[in-house]
Nanobody
Framework: QVQLVDSGGGLVQAGGSLRLSCTAS????????MGWFRQAPGKEREFVAV????????YYADSVKGRFTISKDNAKNTVYLQMNSLKPEDTAVYYC????????????????WGQGTQVTVSS
């Protein structure tokens, strides 16, 4: 089993920045990729970014490309999401997730999920 704890959300004005963190514990040796997803009220959960845990390659949703950066610290089993130039439409609950199988943008490939952290961007 793998446990995830994500944090770092909050309230910020449009144009501001936040950094989310997610730390994994447990059977992390099988970790393949760590991703971030988000879910706004009344909307489906959507992919934000993913990082290959061994190679470090990254992939982003078009909506956040150039504004968000995903990074990792293998020694701490932690992934970060630096969010800059935030917009009101970025408001959502953000979830980190682990896949032990593949690097993916679809949530069905992720087996373990954090509890979520709220990000609210005011206009």
């Amino acid at each position: 089993q793998v446990q995830l704890v994500d944090s770092g959300g909050g309230l910020v004005q449009a144009g501001g920045s936040l950094r989310l963190s997610c730390t994994a514990s447990g059977r992390t040796f099988s970790l393949k990729a760590m991703g971030w997803f988000r879910q706004a009220p009344g909307k489906e959960r959507e992919f934000v970014a993913v990082i290959n845990w061994s190679a470090g390659s990254t992939y982003y949703a078009d909506s956040v490309k150039g504004r968000f950066t995903i990074s990792k610290d293998n020694a701490k089993n932690t992934v970060y999401l630096q969010m800059n130039s935030l917009k009101p439409e970025d408001t959502a609950v953000y979830y980190c997730a682990i896949s032990t199988r593949t690097i993916a943008t679809m949530d069905r490939f992720y087996e373990y999920w954090g509890q979520g952290t709220q990000v609210t961007v005011s206009s």
